[in-house]
């Protein structure tokens, strides 16, 4: 099986700070089903939502994955980052 890398997502979809949870339930449903049927190769960890913008947090073996999902979910992309490191307070103990 091919190694998952982290990615954070960055989707413009305007007013979703103020979507109520059963608006944003419908989307996390669309999102769970589009990965039941890709499978493996991608893992949606959790997302911010804050104004006119989610940043989710991915693990995928690549791009295309994501592209795939944002397409069978009808969730828009507007920049996939790839984070390779993640560094918290406790890494100042190292």
């Not at 998952?4 to 997502?9: A, D, F, G, S």
């Not at 059963?22 to 804050?50: D, F, M």
Request: charged share 20%; proline share 5%.
């Amino acid at each position: 099986m091919t190694q998952l890398k982290r990615y954070i997502i960055e989707r413009e979809i305007p007013a979703i700070g103020q979507m109520s949870v059963t608006e944003l339930c419908g989307a996390a449903r669309a999102s769970n089903q589009a990965l039941e049927k890709i499978g493996p190769s991608i893992q949606w960890v959790h997302s911010y939502v804050a104004g006119d913008k989610t940043f989710c947090i991915y693990l995928a073996d690549g791009e295309e994955a994501i592209r795939k999902h944002s397409e069978m979910s009808g969730i828009p992309v507007s920049a996939i980052t790839e984070v390779p490191q993640v560094i918290d307070p406790l890494t100042a103990n190292n």
